[in-house]
């Protein structure tokens, strides 16, 4: 069992040098941060819509790379080794890492269709990455991992259908990171509407093993006011994830848990 917080995903990188090396050019990037910095005004302080800093992207980041080691452990076999665009579990990894990390990079240009602007603004940010982190690679091979990252950006879009493992734990993960922290500062602004009292109502998200499927996701809250954040969020994130079958997901309301997906 595992909490989703922003240092989980320090556990995944540290015993890998290619993802300690993807991390901290993406902690360190000036580029980067500015982008990141950029999305929350746009979506914060702009729109009052919960947090797309970088502690949002640090938590994503550390849920997707859970929930993929999960979905590998319980027989699943990374789309991008399947089809030849990686040649490695860690290559693959990257993908994940890079893509949950970069995620929300679109909204520093607007909210609208942030997905397809941030796979956009990657491009150029992962090749200067590989230059750096994979110097020896062939031309070709960091082309087809710069779309493979390109592609779980864009299908983070709620109505987009992932169409890799890697893409569909990026997708999920973004919807784990729904807990009372994240939306503390449009609440405290005075933004109250159901986004921001679920979300309030929301303590703790942890990823445990299922019963049913290989990950199980399990919200804690104290008012079942979180229920909306599930129903609007994250369900559809998993609906349309690629690999809906393969996660399950329950609510514990002070102590009592219901198994709310899939129904």
Same mark, same amino acid.
Do not use: C, W
């Given at each position: 069992?595992?909490?989703?917080?922003?240092?989980?995903?320090?556990?995944?990188?540290?015993?890998?040098?290619?993802?300690?090396?993807?991390?901290?050019?993406?902690?360190?990037?000036?580029?980067?941060?500015?982008?990141?910095?950029?999305?929350?005004?746009?979506?914060?302080?702009?729109?009052?819509?919960?947090?797309?800093?970088?502690?949002?992207?640090?938590?994503?980041?550390?849920?997707?790379?859970?929930?993929?080691?999960?979905?590998?452990?319980?027989?699943?076999?990374?789309?991008?080794?399947?089809?030849?665009?990686?040649?490695?579990?860690?290559?693959?990894?990257?993908?994940?890492?890079?893509?949950?990390?970069?995620?929300?990079?679109?909204?520093?240009?607007?909210?609208?269709?942030?997905?397809?602007?941030?796979?956009?603004?990657?491009?150029?940010?992962?090749?200067?990455?590989?230059?750096?982190?994979?110097?020896?690679?062939?031309?070709?091979?960091?082309?087809?991992?710069?779309?493979?990252?390109?592609?779980?950006?864009?299908?983070?879009?709620?109505?987009?259908?992932?169409?890799?493992?890697? +893409?569909?734990?990026? @997708?999920?993960?973004?919807?784990?990171?729904?807990? *009372?922290?994240? $939306? !503390? %500062?449009?609440?405290? #602004?005075?933004?109250?509407?159901?986004?921001?009292?679920? +979300?309030?109502?929301? @303590?703790?998200?942890?990823?445990?093993?299922?019963? *049913?499927?290989? $990950? !199980? %996701?399990?919200?804690? #809250?104290?008012?079942?006011?979180?229920?909306?954040?599930?129903?609007?969020?994250? @369900?559809?994130?998993?609906?349309?994830?690629?690999? *809906?079958?393969?996660?399950?997901?329950?609510?514990?309301?002070?102590?009592?848990?219901?198994?709310?997906?899939?129904?």
């Amino acid at each position: 069992m595992v909490v989703v917080g922003p240092t989980l995903v320090v556990k995944h990188v540290e015993n890998s040098d290619l993802l300690k090396k993807a991390y901290d050019f993406l902690e360190q990037d000036e580029e980067i941060q500015t982008l990141i910095k950029m999305s929350n005004v746009m979506a914060v302080s702009r729109l009052r819509y919960n947090d797309h800093g970088v502690v949002h992207s640090r938590i994503v980041s550390g849920s997707a790379l859970e929930l993929f080691d999960m979905l590998v452990e319980a027989g699943l076999k990374p789309s991008t080794i399947a089809y030849g665009t990686a040649r490695s579990v860690e290559e693959a990894k990257l993908v994940v890492l890079v893509a949950a990390y970069l995620h929300d990079i679109g909204n520093s240009v607007h909210r609208v269709e942030h997905e397809y602007v941030g796979a956009l603004l990657a491009k150029d940010i992962v090749d200067r990455m590989f230059r750096e982190i994979l110097p020896n690679l062939s031309p070709a091979s960091k082309y087809m991992l710069r779309h493979e990252i390109m592609h779980a950006i864009y299908a983070t879009e709620i109505n987009t259908r992932a169409l890799t493992l890697e +893409a569909g734990v990026v @997708k999920v993960a973004d919807g784990t990171d729904m807990a *009372e922290g994240r $939306a !503390r %500062i449009p609440y405290k #602004m005075g933004k109250l509407d159901m986004h921001s009292v679920s +979300a309030i109502s929301i @303590k703790k998200v942890e990823i445990v093993k299922g019963s *049913e499927a290989p $990950a !199980r %996701i399990r919200i804690h #809250m104290d008012d079942s006011a979180g229920l909306f954040q599930i129903e609007a969020v994250l @369900k559809p994130k998993i609906l349309t994830s690629g690999f *809906e079958k393969y996660f399950e997901v329950y609510m514990n309301v002070n102590g009592r848990e219901l198994r709310i997906y899939p129904d």
